[in-house]
């Protein structure tokens, strides 16, 4: 099957039409309208040099809420409050932070200058979120996502100091799960948010969900 390319109008292809990666298409821009689009439909960006490329990927990684793990060591820290964690108290850092973030088997980053901005301004409208971790005053771990009613899209994380991600994660899981998100996307498979409950879901699974909750 092709790949569909995008330019100034605003639309995306079924998902169905995605590639066997979850490759559906490229081109367009990062508008706040192309971009909340795509977030209906269960598509999400990922950049590829200057050319942005929509993904939905089948199976997809979710963590349903009531499903997360706390291993034992992360409850010590969570009951003695190791870190600071705060909610969109700084969203601008945690996603410079993603973004300078050096990653294993990747060169560079996909968030570039143009995802920093296009985010930052969803942030000012009330659609991103940020979640953060501080040491001594210090920003040393967090991460940013997308929400639409009942569900959370999770884009990216960071961490300067041992668990801070993963402490903050598992505190903003169960603060959107007392606001009633009922799903977060994951988007793709990591051992790291495997290890805190995350799984795989078809593809069709979670356009039925995505459906419901947003």
């Excluded at 639309?11 to 706040?32: K, R």
């Excluded at 799984?199 to 039925?208: A, L, W």
């Amino acid at each position: 099957m092709p790949l569909h390319l995008l330019n100034e109008k605003i639309w995306f292809p079924p998902v169905e039409e995605a590639l066997e990666d979850g490759l559906l298409a490229m081109g367009g821009d990062l508008s706040t309208e192309r971009l909340l689009l795509a977030y209906q439909k269960g598509i999400f960006p990922w950049y590829d040099g200057d050319v942005p490329l929509w993904w939905c990927p089948n199976p997809r990684f979710v963590l349903l809420p009531d499903e997360l793990i706390v291993s034992k060591s992360m409850k010590t820290l969570l009951k003695r409050e190791a870190f600071e964690f705060t909610i969109n108290q700084d969203f601008t850092a945690v996603i410079n932070n993603c973004k300078a973030k050096e990653r294993k088997g990747q060169d560079g980053t996909w968030i570039k200058n143009e995802v920093v901005d296009a985010y930052c301004n969803l942030h000012q409208l009330g659609y991103a979120h940020s979640a953060e971790a501080w040491s001594d005053g210090e920003l040393v771990g967090g991460l940013y996502g997308v929400r639409l009613g009942g569900l959370f899209f999770g884009e990216s994380m960071f961490s300067h100091k041992s668990n801070a991600s993963k402490y903050a994660f598992i505190k903003y899981v169960e603060q959107l799960k007392a606001e009633g998100v009922l799903l977060i996307d994951c988007q793709v498979y990591t051992e790291h948010l495997e290890s805190l409950g995350a799984k795989m879901i078809m593809r069709e699974q979670f356009i039925h969900l995505l459906e419901q909750l947003v």
